[in-house]
Structures are given as structure tokens and as C-alpha cells.
């Protein structure tokens, strides 16, 4: 509360307390000059012990006291009494509003000194609350502030106290809105808002889990193919998943209203029988492919076609297909033809002798880096201060082409690479510090030599000078909320040092996994240039040259890739 409006407040109360004292004193002269009703005894009961709870300070009970003695009587200083309570409550919109009732409706009977005590007290409470209309669709919500019900939306002209207020605005068939306003003294405010329909369904998402499409059923009703999202009515529902060949065994789910479950099912195939006899009964079997059996096949299939070959010695080659079905007995009958007398056996072919790996030729190679920087600046602090910095990470990848002339290789290699870290600087004279963060972006190209060994899993080592710029970008964020950028750039002799493991056959596809060290040459270090910022109290604050990168960088980098060819 600012110093004006605890001015105002107790301003406000002694101007309040005259009143109630004014009114007591005459309630208590006055006497009746005629035998009261009940109805007038009991409201002048209330009136007196509201009197008696308000010495106590008990200003809620005393504000019932009073706002009953008021339905039954109407007397102004019942209404008067309660503003008192109200205010001493800190519920000045309501203080606000009683006052103005006790003017529109008894100003004639409050003689003018009290009159104009009262209009100076409502100038005063004006000053501590607010107007805030609450216009939200659709029309007809109900609208409470802190609790209480204010009234239906369109809700126009409404005084409330100032502060953080909780706003609840609610309809039938509607979510409700619920939203912390900031009333500002003296300051009108608008809130305008939509309210959602209500959810009143829960989502159901169902998949296979190896990826099938199968047709998914829910309470027997078929719904959509997996993976399938769908919104259903709270409550329990059968869910099961089927095709022609495959289908998972029923789910029982329980879907919540605004909720979300996931059903994960699992299909196995339909199966048949399938027998199949062969004359002679020497002869080999195979379905699918499968393992040979001799004479006879009488297993459970999958659904679908399967393809039956079937082999003997001095017969024919057959080879059938069979289609089956859901619950079917499919038995079927082959008789081998028998070949002619085949003559004298052909020679034995030579065996075969896979050729030597051929390590000549064209490459190329994939990598990717976690980025590690070992050489990291440190910006200087003040001797009235603590650093505590960190060490950059990043990540990088590079690409290069070569040719192969058997264990040397010649290439040709670009690479990028980033890496950020943040530094905290707390100030021990005065408060407060600042977060200080830099990102570095750097690029490569240059051309070097490769030794890689022979054998399927080989190792190799490269190194590759070449030309590397560089890219930096410091950020001082300050407590205060104020912010500092700067940024230096530079370009020097750079060097890519690497070793690896490359496993698998040339030429072809391997994998490569080792390490990549990044230099970077720069001769001397690299600093920002000295420049200024406007902090929070618009004052402007110089800041010196910062130290971004030392005049020899390393960064070490675990490699995963690829590489291609030979």
C-alpha cells in the first residue's frame, strides 16, 4: 500500500468513525414516541448489538448486525454503520456502494454536515478501488470476483477493490475461466475472454504394436484402421483389433471424461491347417521355405497363400500353391513325375572363392561429434567479485572425399562446428551479478592425408590443415533485467587431427567410431570491442573488451559415422 493510500485509508476511517459515533449518540438520545412493533424492536436490537460487536472490533459479525437491522428498518444509520464495517474490512468497493445507497436513497433525511462528511469519504474510497467491466461471450456466465458472485455477463461498470483479484466466470455447458486480474486504483479495465465449449468426451488412441493396419473395433462396432484417435463417452468400452490374417485379443478399456488412454495391441496371425501328402514317400517337403520334412506336411499356417515345393531323386520338381482360410482343413495330394535316365553326372564345379577386398579407389566419409572445448576463455573479473564458469559443449560434423591408394589416402574435408557455455559473475560490492553467455560457430575446409589399414575391421588416422573462421557472440544478462551484446569474428590456419576404427568389408558401407582434435591457429587472442549498455534506471553503463577466444584453441570431438567406397 503507497503512502497516499494509507493517507487516505486513515483519513477515511476517522471520517467513518465521527459518523457511526454521530449516529450511535443519536440513536441512543433518541427515544420512541410511540409503542414500537416487533418488527421495529427487533431491528433496533440488531442496530444495538452491532453497535456493541463494532466497540469489539468484530466488524464481519457487526456487519451482519447491521445489514439485518437494515432489511427489517431501513434506518440510514444501519446502512451507515455498515460502510463503517465494510471499510474497516478493507472491502472498499462494497464501503463505496453502501455509502452511495445511503445518499440516493436517505439524502434527504441527513442533514448536511453529515453529508458532505459522507461524500468526502466516497471521494476517498473512489480513490481505492476501480471500474472493470467483464465483457465475456457467450452472454449469461456467471461472474465472481474472490469467491463472490457479482453478477451475469455482460457485466458493465462494476467497481472493485484494487489489487490481484481471482476472476471466475462460469456457464453451464462451458469450461469455466479462471484469471488473476491486477485492478489498478482509479484505473478502468476491460476483460474480455471466450469461454470453451466443455469437453465432455475422453480420447482414445489405439495401435498395433509392430505397425499393422488391422481394423479396430470398439464395443463390437468397427471404427477405423490402427494406429487410430478417436474422442468416445466416459466409461468402459470392449476394444479389439482384426484382419483378414491377423488380430489381437479384446481390450477393456476405461476412457475419463477430458481424458487420454492409449491401448497397445498385439496381433498375432490367424492360423489353418494344412496337410499335404506326396508320393513316393521319400520326398522332401518344404512350405515357405521352411525346413524340409519328409513324406507328409501336417502343421498350422498363417492365413493366405503358401507356397509347397517338393523334391525327390530321379523325379520332377513340383511346386504348388495353396490358399487357406480362416478355420479351413486344406489337405492336399502331389504325385512326383519321374525323370529319365539323366546319363553320365556333369563335373564338379569348382568351389567358390570370394574376391580379394579391394582397398583402391574412391571414398567418401560422414561424421558426427559431440564438440569439447579443452583451451576455454575466461573473461577477467573485478576484484569485487566471484566467476564461476563453465566449459564449452557443442556438437560438430564434417564430410570429406578422397581416393584410396591402398593403405594412403588423399582427401579433401569441410567441417562445422558450435559450442556454447554460460558464466555466472556475482558482485560482492552492492547486489546482484550477471549471467554471461557465449556461442562460437566455426567453419572448416582444407585437404590433408589419411594411413588406413587393411582387414575388415581397420583403423586409420588423418591430418588436415586447412583454413578455419571462426564466429563469436558474448551475452551479459544482468539481475537488473538489462541486456549486453558483442561479437567478434576472425579467420586463421586451422588443423583437423583424427583416429578411428572402420569396421566392416571394402569396398562398401562402414561404420567408423574414434576421436577428431580441432585446432585453431589464431596467432593471438580474439576479444570484443569495448562498447555500452542502458540499464534499468536508464543509466548508461560502459563495458570493457572481452577476452573471447585464446590465441591456441583445441576442442575434442567423439566421432560416429559413415564411410562409403573404398
Not at 491401448?263 to 492360423?271: G, K, N, R, S, T
Not at 563453465?390 to 591402398?406: E, F, I, N, V
Amino acid at each position: 500500500m503507497t503512502a497516499l493510500t494509507r493517507c487516505l485509508a486513515r483519513c477515511l476511517s476517522v471520517a467513518l468513525v465521527l459518523l457511526v459515533l454521530t449516529g450511535a449518540s443519536r440513536a441512543v438520545a433518541a427515544k420512541p414516541k410511540a409503542v414500537e412493533s416487533s418488527a421495529t424492536a427487533e431491528a433496533r436490537r440488531h442496530f444495538e448489538v452491532g453497535l456493541t460487536l463494532l466497540k469489539e472490533k468484530n466488524f464481519s459479525a457487526a456487519l451482519g448486525e447491521f445489514r439485518e437491522s437494515y432489511a427489517m428498518a431501513g434506518r440510514p444509520s444501519a446502512l451507515r454503520n455498515m460502510a463503517q464495517c465494510q471499510r474497516e474490512m478493507h472491502q472498499f468497493a462494497a464501503a463505496f456502494a453502501s455509502l452511495e445507497r445511503l445518499l440516493a436513497t436517505h439524502g434527504t433525511d441527513v442533514k448536511r454536515p453529515d453529508k458532505l462528511a459522507i461524500q468526502r469519504a466516497i471521494e476517498e474510497l473512489r480513490q481505492l478501488t476501480a471500474i472493470v467491466d467483464v465483457r465475456v461471450t457467450p452472454a449469461g456466465a456467471d461472474v465472481f470476483v474472490d469467491g463472490e458472485k457479482l453478477g451475469q455477463t455482460p457485466l458493465e461498470h462494476y467497481r472493485i477493490d484494487s489489487g490481484i483479484r481471482k476472476l471466475r466466470v462460469q456457464k453451464m455447458g462451458f469450461d469455466p475461466l479462471e484469471r488473476d486480474v491486477e485492478v489498478v486504483s482509479m484505473k478502468d479495465s476491460i476483460v474480455t475472454a471466450a469461454l470453451a465449449p466443455e469437453v465432455t468426451t475422453g480420447r482414445l488412441v489405439v495401435r498395433e504394436s509392430s505397425g499393422l493396419a488391422l481394423t479396430v473395433f470398439v464395443d463390437g462396432k468397427s471404427v477405423g484402421i490402427t494406429p487410430f484417435e478417436g474422442d468416445f463417452q466416459p466409461g468402459a468400452h470392449a476394444v479389439e483389433a482384426r484382419s483378414d490374417v491377423a488380430g489381437a485379443k479384446p481390450r477393456t478399456v476405461e476412457v475419463a471424461k477430458k481424458g487420454r488412454v492409449e491401448v497397445v495391441l498385439e496381433a498375432a496371425p490367424l492360423m489353418a491347417r494344412l496337410r499335404v501328402t506326396v508320393t513316393p514317400s521319400t520326398a522332401t517337403l518344404r512350405v515357405d521355405g521352411q525346413r524340409a520334412v519328409s513324406g507328409a506336411f501336417d502343421q498350422e499356417v498363417t492365413l493366405g497363400r503358401h507356397a509347397v515345393v517338393i523334391e525327390a531323386v530321379g523325379f520332377e520338381r513340383a511346386e504348388r500353391y495353396v490358399d487357406v482360410r480362416a478355420g479351413d482343413v486344406v489337405t492336399h495330394e502331389v504325385v512326383l513325375v519321374a525323370l529319365p535316365d539323366p546319363g553320365p553326372a556333369p563335373p564338379v564345379a569348382a568351389p567358390y572363392v570370394a574376391p580379394e577386398p579391394d582397398y583402391v579407389g574412391l571414398y567418401s566419409q560422414l561424421g558426427l561429434h559431440f564438440a569439447y572445448g579443452l583451451t576455454p576463455p575466461s573473461p577477467a573479473c573485478a576484484a569485487t567479485s566471484t566467476c564461476t564458469p563453465t566449459d564449452p559443449m557443442g556438437g560438430a560434423s564434417s564430410l570429406r572425399l578422397g581416393y584410396s591408394t591402398g593403405v594412403v589416402g588423399f582427401e579433401a574435408a569441410v567441417a562445422g562446428q558450435f559450442d556454447s557455455r554460460a558464466d555466472g559473475e556475482k558482485f560482492a560490492v552492492g547486489s546482484g551479478g550477471v549471467q554471461r553467455s557465449f556461442l562460437t560457430m566455426r567453419g572448416f575446409v582444407g585437404g590433408g592425408i589419411r594411413i588406413i589399414t587393411p582387414g575388415t575391421v581397420r583403423f586409420t588416422i588423418g591430418a588436415t590443415p586447412g583454413y578455419s573462421m571462426q564466429s563469436y557472440s558474448l551475452t551479459n544478462q544482468y539481475e537488473t533485467g538489462s541486456t549486453y551484446r558483442a561479437n567478434a569474428s576472425n579467420s586463421c590456419f586451422g588443423m583437423l587431427l583424427d583416429a578411428a576404427f572402420v569396421i566392416g568389408a571394402s569396398p562398401g558401407t562402414k561404420v567408423i567410431i574414434g576421436a577428431t582434435a580441432w585446432a585453431d591457429f589464431l596467432g593471438q587472442p580474439v576479444s570484443t570491442a569495448p562498447g555500452s549498455y542502458t540499464d534499468a534506471g536508464r543509466a548508461k553503463r560502459d563495458e570493457p573488451a572481452y577476452q573471447v577466444a585464446p590465441s591456441m584453441n583445441w576442442i575434442v570431438m567423439p566421432t560416429f559415422g559413415f564411410q562409403f567406397g573404398h
